[in-house]
C-alpha cells in the first residue's frame, strides 16, 4: 500500500545535551575536582527546514532525593512536554552533604543559573525569563533558590557578573518547615534522624545532634525565613495523602506567601501520595504551563 499524505508539525524535534559540566570543585584533600553537571534539553534548529524561534524561556529544573542522592537525568523523559510546548530545560546536580553543607547546594543552584545566563546565546535561552521548578528535596530547593535571590550570602563560585535571581518557582510536594519536619498537631514525621546526615554527614558516626538542637539552621533551611512582598510568584502542587512529605508543608509555604502579598496558585491534588503518577498527567503539565505564561 502506498499513500501520499500530508503532516502539519506543531511539535519540535527535542534534542538533549547531557552532562556539561558548570563547575568544579576543590575534592580528595584538594587534588582532585568534583564536577556539578547539568543536562538542557532544546529544540533541534540546526536545518534549514527546522522552524527557527526567538529566544526561549528556561525552565531550571531540581531533581529531588532526600538531600542525599540526585541524579539529574532521572526526569528527563518527563521534561520533555515543556520543550514541545515552547522551552529550554536545564535539569541541574548539586553537591552532596557526605562532603558539603546545605548552603553548598543552594550556592551550586545558584551556580548554574549564572551559567546558563552566561551561556544564552549559545543555548537560544532568553536571560530576562528563567524559572526554577523542583520535586521533593528538589522542591525544597527551588522555594530556597527563589526566596534568596539578590542575597550576596549565597552567591560564590564562577560567573559572579551574572544573576541567579529567577521570574519564577514551580515547587512540587517540597519540604518546608525543616526545623519540625512534621505534620502540625502531630508528633515528629518523619523521624528527625533523616535530617541527621543531611546536615553534617561528616559527624553522623560520631552522633550528630538533632536539627531541633539547632534552631538557627532550621530557619537558614525554611524558605518562609527570607519571603518579602517581591519574591517571585509560585506555583505549589502537593497531594493530600503523601506519606513523606504532609502537604501541610506546601500549605504552610502558600500561607506566607499570600500573607506577604505575593502571587502564589496552590493545588492539592486529592488522593495522590509522594512523587505519584498524577503529577505528570498532561492535566497538571498544563497547569504548570498557564502558570509560567502568565509569570514569566
Known amino acids: 500500500m502506498k ?20 563547575c568544579q570543585k576543590p575534592y580528595w584533600c584538594n587534588a582532585t575536582r568534583y564536577q556539578l553537571k547539568l543536562s538542557i534539553l532544546h529544540p533541534r534548529m540546526f536545518f534549514s527546514y527546522d522552524e527557527k ?22 526526569w528527563l523523559p518527563e521534561l520533555v512536554y515543556y520543550v514541545k510546548h515552547g522551552y529550554i530545560v536545564a535539569s541541574v546536580s548539586y553537591s552532596l552533604p557526605a562532603t558539603w553543607f546545605f548552603r553548598e547546594m543552594l550556592t551550586d543552584i545558584k551556580q548554574s543559573i549564572r551559567y546558563l545566563r552566561a551561556h544564552a546565546e549559545e543555548w537560544n ?6 524559572a526554577v521548578m523542583g520535586e521533593s528535596a528538589g522542591g525544597h ?5 527563589a526566596v534568596t535571590g539578590g542575597m550576596e550570602e549565597y552567591e560564590s563560585g564562577d560567573y559572579l557578573d ?9 515547587c ?16 515528629d514525621f518523619p523521624d528527625q534522624s533523616l535530617l541527621r546526615g543531611h546536615l553534617q554527614p561528616q559527624s553522623v558516626a560520631a552522633g550528630v ?88
Open 3 to 22: 499513500k501520499v499524505i500530508h503532516i502539519r508539525k506543531t511539535e519540535p524535534v527535542v534534542l538533549q545535551c547531557t552532562d556539561l559540566v558548570f
Open 53 to 74: 524561534v526567538k529566544k526561549q524561556p528556561c525552565i531550571v529544573f531540581l531533581a529531588g532525593g532526600g538531600w542525599t542522592e540526585v541524579d539529574h537525568n532521572v
Open 125 to 130: 535561552i532568553d536571560p530576562e525569563r528563567i
Open 141 to 145: 530547593l527551588a522555594a530556597m533558590t
Open 162 to 170: 551574572q544573576s541567579s535571581e529567577v521570574k519564577a518557582a514551580v
Open 172 to 187: 512540587f510536594y517540597p519540604a518546608v518547615d525543616m526545623y519540625h519536619f512534621a505534620a502540625p498537631g502531630t508528633g
Open 209 to 296: 545532634p538533632y536539627l531541633k538542637e539547632y534552631p538557627e539552621l532550621g530557619r537558614e533551611m525554611d524558605p518562609r525565613t527570607f519571603i518579602q512582598s517581591h519574591t517571585p510568584p509560585f506555583l505549589i502542587l502537593h497531594g493530600s495523602d503523601d506519606s513523606q512529605v504532609p502537604e501541610q508543608h506546601s500549605e504552610l509555604l502558600y500561607q506566607k506567601l499570600i500573607e506577604s502579598g505575593v502571587h502564589a496558585d496552590f493545588y492539592e491534588i486529592q488522593d495522590v501520595d509522594h512523587a505519584d503518577a498524577a503529577f505528570i498527567q498532561p492535566e497538571v503539565k498544563d497547569l504548570v504551563l498557564d502558570f509560567l505564561r502568565n509569570n514569566l
